[in-house]
């Protein structure tokens, strides 16, 4: 059985900045549409897909990012422990690839979107980790300490 990692300022960066580099990907592959051209087959199905997916992908990093910036904006005390309880959660269907669409995709821009699901995949599973393990409740606790101590202190 393996120990659930505690998410910590340095995980959220790191995943930050590969956020970011994934999400540059994406609008690379998916800007300006007709940039690709569409496989063999049928051209009205792959342009299709292509916006679908484009959409889908495009969709699910904002929503990686949103999580990593709530959990940015909580590690640097500008949002309460509710709050990330609150706004912090992702959407658990959220990184589910549609391989039917994706077969249809350029080899390149179907590993993009596969990597994209990957990732939030991954952000999903701390998500869940962080979330069982009550990790916000020792901060509140060291925040209230830390108030009391600066008015014992005045």
Same mark, same amino acid.
Request: glycine share 4%.
């Given at each position: 059985?393996?120990?659930?990692?505690?998410?910590?300022?340095?995980?959220?960066? /790191?995943?930050?900045? !590969?956020? $970011?580099?994934?999400?540059?990907?994406?609008? &690379? +592959?998916? @800007?300006?549409?007709?940039? =690709?051209?569409?496989?063999?087959?049928?051209?009205?199905?792959?342009?299709? /897909?292509?916006?679908? !997916?484009? $959409?889908?992908?495009?969709?699910?990093?904002? &929503? +990686?990012? @949103?999580?990593?910036?709530? =959990?940015?904006?909580?590690?640097?005390?500008?949002?309460?422990?509710?709050?990330?309880?609150?706004?912090?959660? $992702?959407?658990?269907?959220?990184?589910?690839?549609?391989?039917?669409?994706?077969?249809?995709?350029?080899?390149?821009?179907?590993?993009?979107?596969?990597?994209?699901?990957?990732?939030?995949?991954?952000?999903?599973?701390?998500?869940?980790?962080?979330?069982?393990?009550?990790?916000?409740?020792?901060?509140?606790?060291?925040?209230?300490?830390?108030?009391?101590?600066?008015?014992?202190?005045?």
């Amino acid at each position: 059985m393996s120990i659930p990692v505690t998410i910590s300022q340095h995980i959220v960066e /790191a995943l930050y900045c !590969e956020a $970011l580099v994934l999400s540059d990907e994406v609008r &690379h +592959a998916f @800007t300006p549409p007709g940039r =690709h051209p569409a496989p063999a087959g049928n051209a009205d199905l792959a342009r299709l /897909a292509r916006s679908s !997916e484009g $959409l889908r992908t495009t969709t699910r990093m904002m &929503h +990686a990012i @949103t999580w990593l910036l709530n =959990h940015r904006a909580y590690f640097t005390g500008q949002i309460d422990d509710r709050e990330i309880r609150r706004r912090g959660g $992702l959407s658990a269907d959220m990184y589910l690839c549609e391989p039917a669409q994706t077969a249809l995709l350029e080899p390149e821009t179907s590993r993009l979107v596969e990597a994209t699901c990957r990732f939030y995949e991954r952000l999903l599973r701390l998500d869940r980790a962080w979330r069982l393990s009550g990790t916000a409740a020792p901060r509140a606790v060291e925040r209230l300490r830390e108030r009391i101590e600066e008015r014992l202190a005045s």
